[in-house]
């Protein structure tokens, strides 16, 4: 199953890198990845592709405590909803 990550906060050393690895720890592959930095604002946004022993709700709960201890807002949307809720 495929996800869409998306991370939106104030800019601070190591948001990347503890994302990346909370989904790893979790056996989600990131398959493309975006982010910039508007006036401190960090934005980053990732497709990641969860393996057959991963599970939606704990990765969703690993990113919610990252979000917390990061100190910003990290949303985790199944790819199909994603698309759904976006559409032109």
């Not at 503890?18 to 979790?26: I, L, N, P």
């Not at 990131?30 to 022993?53: A, K, Y």
């Amino acid at each position: 199953m495929k996800a869409v990550v998306s991370v939106v906060g104030r800019d601070s050393v190591g948001i990347i890198a503890k994302v990346s690895a909370g989904c790893a720890e979790y056996g989600a592959n990131i398959l493309d990845i975006s982010q910039t930095i508007l006036q401190g604002i960090f934005t980053m946004t990732m497709l990641v592709e969860l393996g057959e022993s991963a599970e939606f709700s704990e990765l969703k709960g690993k990113l919610d405590d990252l979000s917390e201890s990061l100190g910003v807002q990290i949303t985790l949307q199944r790819e199909d909803v994603f698309r759904y809720m976006y559409r032109l």
